[in-house]
C-alpha cells in the first residue's frame, strides 16, 4: 500500500461514526471512534500507534487558540439550548407561538404555516450570532411548532440565515 492510497478503507471511518450516531444517538462518541478507526487505518491497524495519534490529533486541534474558542462556544451554546429545553423555555415559547397561530387562523384560513415560517426566518436574523448557532437554536425553538403543523423539519434547515460580510482592509 503506498502512502495516502487507501481505497475502501478510507471509507470505514466515516461510515463507521454514521452507523454509530443512528444506532445509538450518541454523537460525539460516534465521532470519537470514527476518528480513531481513521488513526487506526493510517497506523495500519497498530493499537498503540492508532490510539496515540488520534490522541496526538486532538491534542493538535486544541493548539489552535480558533479552533479552541470555536469548540467552546458551541458547546457552551447547545448546553444553553439544553438547559432552555429542559426548563420549559423552548414548551414557553411554543404555546406563545400557538396562541398568535390561533388568532391568524381567525383572521385568515390556511396561512398560519406561511407565518411560521416567516417568524422562523425572523428569529433566525435576529439570533445570529453564527451561522450554525442560529441554525441549532431555531430548529430547537420551532421543531415542535413544524412538527404540529406538519411541516416538513427539513425547511428549518433551508430557512435563509445571513452572512457575515467581509470587509475588505
Keep these: 500500500m503506498e502512502l495516502n492510497d487507501y481505497g475502501i478503507l478510507s471509507v470505514l471511518p466515516p461510515l463507521l461514526a454514521i452507523i454509530l450516531a443512528l444506532k445509538t444517538r450518541q454523537v460525539y462518541i460516534s465521532l470519537v471512534v470514527g476518528i480513531w478507526l481513521g488513526w487506526m487505518v493510517i497506523s495500519r491497524w497498530n493499537i498503540l500507534d492508532g490510539t496515540i495519534a488520534t490522541m496526538e490529533g486532538f491534542v493538535e486541534v486544541f493548539r489552535s487558540p480558533g479552533n479552541t474558542r470555536t469548540i467552546m462556544f458551541s458547546a457552551l451554546v447547545g448546553a444553553l ?34 407565518v411560521v415560517e416567516l ?8 439570533l445570529f450570532i ?7 437554536t431555531v430548529g430547537t425553538l420551532y421543531r415542535p411548532v413544524f412538527d404540529r403543523l406538519k411541516i ?6 433551508y430557512i435563509p440565515i445571513p452572512v457575515r460580510l467581509q470587509v475588505p482592509s
Excluded: D, H, M, N
Design 152 to 157: 416538513p423539519r427539513e425547511k428549518l434547515a
Design 81 to 114: 439550548l439544553i438547559l432552555i429545553q429542559y426548563s420549559g423555555g423552548v414548551k414557553g415559547f411554543t404555546l406563545g407561538i400557538e396562541k398568535l397561530l390561533l388568532k391568524i387562523e381567525k383572521k385568515r384560513e390556511g396561512k398560519s404555516r406561511v
Design 130 to 136: 453564527e451561522t450554525s448557532i442560529s441554525s441549532l
Design 119 to 126: 417568524i422562523a426566518l425572523a428569529t433566525g436574523v435576529l
